[in-house]
């Protein structure tokens, strides 16, 4: 049964940058593409990046292009174990909320377009607060 664990989040001034981390693990024979998404109180889910199993595709929400950096290491020995960061500098009080990562081994665009529903694995979640 995969499994995926988010760490790095925290409290932030506004401006300032975070590192988050996802780490995948309890597969043995393919890797997930993995995405982010957040959620502010009140407000829907939305999908901040994803990175393609190989990490060769990648995607970012328009709210956080330029600002955003996601990445990933594979590893297959002595276990399969993925770790993808997502990298957000230059904060704003609007990028609060709890970040979650998602994988999937879908194909399909909705994966690419950060469509949650494509999303089957889901972590517990990150805290990330931006304020002064």
């Known amino acids: 049964q995969l499994q995926l664990v988010e760490s790095g989040g925290g409290l932030v001034q506004p401006g300032g940058s975070l590192r988050l981390s996802c780490v995948a693990s309890?597969?043995?024979?393919?890797?997930?593409?993995i995405a982010w998404f957040r959620q502010a109180p009140g407000k829907e889910r939305e999908g901040v990046s994803v990175?393609?199993?190989?990490?060769?595709?990648?995607?970012?929400?328009?709210?956080v292009k330029g600002r955003c950096t996601i990445s990933r290491y594979n590893a297959k020995n002595p276990v399969w174990l993925d770790t993808v960061w997502l990298e957000v500098n230059s904060l704003k009080p609007e990028d609060t909320g709890v970040y979650y990562c998602?994988?999937?081994?879908?194909?399909?665009?909705?994966?690419?377009?950060?469509?949650?529903?494509?999303?089957?694995?889901w972590g517990q979640g990150t805290q990330v607060t931006v304020s002064s």
């Open positions: 998602a994988a999937t081994t879908s194909n399909k665009n909705a994966y690419y377009n950060l469509i949650a529903s494509a999303y089957p694995y």
């Open positions: 309890g597969f043995t024979s393919e890797h997930y593409h």
């Open positions: 990175i393609s199993k190989t990490g060769v595709i990648t995607n970012y929400a328009d709210s």
